[in-house]
């Protein structure tokens, strides 16, 4: 994850909530991605604090160090070297046609390269660990794709060097709307008030913003005709509360909007309650996080540093 914005509900489901669920059946290794948070301007306090935040947070999800490796992307400086490798390997073409690139790229008056690139250095995160299996949200999938293509490309020219990995999409919950606007994929960076949930908002305000969500004309939930804010709503329910198809429809069939609205701010409150609460405790210790973050760092870099010397090996470079 990105230490951009704040993390929200999206974030939560979509990517989080799958990691602690699988972190004992993979090797894992979850990275704060600073490098991509520059992509666009950041305050360089700020992205600090933000890169420490984000860690606390993968830790109040539940996702355990002993298990698996937490670490910061910058920490590795093979990140990087991958990324030049692959960015020469890659066609502008296909960074040129990535969905993200074109809407981010057109709110800005002047588009860095980091911006084009930002899926080259993805793909280095990824193939640097010959990750075999990547949980993400929706959002991501195209960028799983080029992630293949590139090692695909690479394997082809130089011969076998990546795994080519898998995409991991959560059952429910891959992809989050806005609850202003259903349309719009819920997104850090879009400023609107009742746009998200953060995972740190206090109950009030959690209640305050489903309320007021979108939704259409009609007066209750029906499953057949619901429109897309109705079924975000439901999205967000099911994927937090684990309910199969079935309870969903005997539970909230013709159930007013209102009432909907009182139910699915019940679950992400007691949802994120006790993890605020384990979000406290983390950060009240900043010697344990900091510990955390050395460690993972000191695990992983191997792992990456020996990807990088074979590839400068099958590229002709100097090892
Ligand atoms: P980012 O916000 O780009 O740092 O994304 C971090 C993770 O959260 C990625 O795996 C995304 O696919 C996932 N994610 C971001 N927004 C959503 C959303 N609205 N719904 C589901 N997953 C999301």
Redesign the pocket.
């Known amino acids: 994850?990105?230490p951009s914005g704040n993390l929200h509900i999206?974030?939560y489901?979509?990517?989080l909530q799958n990691w602690v669920r699988i972190q004992r059946d993979y090797e894992c290794i979850f990275c704060v991605?600073d490098l991509h948070a520059v992509t666009l301007p950041q305050d360089p306090a700020g992205l600090r604090a933000k890169i420490h935040e984000i860690a606390a947070l993968y830790l109040a999800a539940g996702i355990d160090p002993k298990a698996c490796s937490i670490m910061v992307q910058s920490a590795v400086p093979a990140h990087a070297e991958l990324a030049w490798m692959l960015t020469c390997v890659t066609p502008v073409g296909w960074l040129e046609r990535m969905t993200q690139y074109k809407a981010k790229s057109a709110k800005q008056e002047s588009v860095g390269d980091g911006l084009l690139q930002y899926p080259v250095l993805m793909a280095a995160d990824i193939l640097l660990y010959q990750a075999g299996i990547v949980p993400?949200?929706?959002?991501?999938a195209q960028h799983l794709e080029l992630t293949r293509d590139i090692a695909q490309r690479f394997n082809s020219l130089y011969g076998e060097t990546f795994v080519v990995p898998g995409t991991s999409l959560p059952a429910v919950?891959?992809?989050?709307?806005g609850l202003d606007d259903p349309t719009q994929?819920?997104?850090?960076s879009e400023a609107a008030a009742n746009h998200a949930v953060a995972l740190l908002d206090p109950p009030d305000k959690i209640r305050k913003i489903i309320m007021r969500a979108t939704t259409d004309s009609n007066p209750a939930v029906d499953f057949e005709t619901a429109g897309p804010g109705v079924l975000n709503l439901l999205s967000i329910y099911q994927a937090f509360s684990g309910a199969p198809d079935d309870e969903m429809k005997s539970r909230f069939t013709g159930l007013r909007y209102g009432d909907l609205k009182k139910e699915v701010a019940a679950m992400v409150i007691s949802q994120l309650e006790p993890f605020q609460e384990r979000y406290r405790r983390i950060v009240s210790e900043p010697g344990y996080l900091a510990g955390v973050l050395r460690e993972g760092a000191e695990r992983v870099a191997p792992i990456a540093n020996e990807t990088v010397r074979l590839v400068k090996e099958r590229m002709g470079l100097w090892v």
């Open positions: 994850m990105q999206g974030n489901l979509g990517a991605v993400v949200g929706e959002d991501q919950g891959a992809r989050i709307m994929k819920m997104s850090k």
